[in-house]
């Protein structure tokens, strides 16, 4: 079955930087657009980016500028670049795929288990 591990979350301090990495399994990668949701503790689940089978690119509008995704369809993997980070961007982040280019939560159709980020000030 379809399967979207995460990895490469942690600690890290305001200003500094992580790369989140997404290995898909069990599906045809090649006819999915990938993207990245967060939640933070209390809050509603917040889309972040997506990216389409031939590379166009969503961001929104709190990580624009800062965030960066990008996608291997040789390797069936998806990251997600983040710089500059602040602790408002601490969270719990899932790789999700969808249809198209995902532009919103609502586009994905399935998720991993996540992986945390916690940005301290």
């Known amino acids: 079955q379809a399967q979207l591990v995460e990895s490469g979350g942690g600690l890290v301090q305001t200003g500094g930087s992580l790369r989140l990495s997404c290995a898909a399994s069990?599906?045809?990668?090649?006819?999915?657009?990938m993207g990245w949701f967060r939640q933070a503790p209390g809050k509603a689940r917040e889309y972040v980016a997506g990216?389409?089978?031939?590379?166009?690119?969503s961001l929104a509008g709190s990580v624009q500028g800062r965030f960066t995704i990008s996608r291997d369809n040789a390797k069936n993997t998806v990251d997600l670049q983040m710089m500059n980070l602040k602790p408002e961007d601490t969270a719990m982040y899932y790789c999700?795929?969808?249809?198209?280019?995902?532009?919103?939560?609502?586009?994905?159709?399935?998720w991993g288990q996540g992986t945390q980020v916690t940005v301290s000030s």
């Open positions: 069990g599906f045809a990668f090649t006819t999915y657009g």
């Open positions: 990216i389409s089978v031939d590379g166009r690119t």
């Open positions: 999700a795929r969808g249809y198209g280019l995902p532009t919103s939560y609502d586009s994905f159709v399935g």
